[in-house]
């Protein structure tokens, strides 16, 4: 199930010094899982951002083994115990021509060929140090980067509004909206320019012309992306 919670445009997100304690036999579970997964994956265990409290103002979290949201995915019962809530931020993009989308490569871990807002992904913590701020924009603005080929000066007017909550997952996105002077042909011939592996596809969509679009599909929209148009006005709930 997915809750739309209000954010402040102006919300700061910290990175606490204070670690996950577990207790040995969590730990052994845990390296067991992941073991299996690796084997079977070949996965590499990083570094991701675990939120531990959060209201419309402040966000504080830890940094975390990605190996814990591995063991919690593939055991969910053992959030009781792990409490891992990966922070996410989802961009709003909304350019010349209408909203930018992209669908998801076939091969990514998750939502596999559905279409989402786009850019999107995971909040990285390896350059930011204990009790510091993590500049939740300039992580899109990465994201903006690496999967639609655009840079920072393309875009303008960038603020958080609003964040969705995936309470079967436990992963938590930050709606940021951001705008452009590009049009279509632009953010098209970016994205074929940059090669995504993130994207097979982009489409930039009118607002009026949004819930034809994913009426329309023969993919859906990832969940959490439905959830922010809706909170934006362009879809209406089911």
Not at 77 to 98: I, M, N, S
Not at 120 to 141: A, F, H, N, P, Y
Request: aromatic share 6%; with cysteine; net charge negative.
């Amino acid at each position: 199930m997915l809750e739309v919670l209000s954010l402040s445009p102006c919300v700061s997100v910290k990175l606490s010094a204070a670690g996950l304690a577990l207790p040995p036999q969590i730990e052994r579970e845990v390296d067991k899982i992941w073991h299996h997964h690796k084997s079977n994956n070949n996965a590499f265990d990083g570094t991701i951002f675990s939120i531990r409290e959060f209201d419309e103002n402040v966000i504080v979290g830890c940094a975390i083994a990605y190996k814990l949201w591995i063991a919690q995915q593939i055991r969910p019962e053992l959030f009781g115990d792990l409490g891992v809530q990966p922070l996410a931020v989802t961009g709003f993009l909304r350019c010349a021509d209408g909203v930018v989308f992209g669908r998801r490569g076939k091969d990514v871990r998750q939502d596999a060929g559905l279409w989402e807002l786009a850019p999107s992904g995971g909040v990285d913590v390896e350059r930011v140090g204990d009790g510091e701020t993590v500049d939740v924009i300039d992580q899109l603005l990465q994201e903006l980067s690496e999967e639609l080929g655009l840079c920072q000066g393309d875009v303008f007017g960038a603020f958080p509004f609003c964040m969705v909550s995936d309470s079967q997952s436990h992963v938590i996105d930050i709606a940021i909206e951001l705008q452009s002077k590009l049009n279509a042909q632009d953010i098209h011939h970016a994205h074929r320019r940059v090669q995504s592996r993130e994207y097979i596809d982009v489409a930039v969509v009118a607002e009026h012309d949004v819930a034809k679009f994913v009426g329309q599909l023969d993919y859906g929209v990832a969940g959490v992306s439905q959830a922010i148009l809706e909170r934006r006005g362009l879809l209406i709930r089911s």
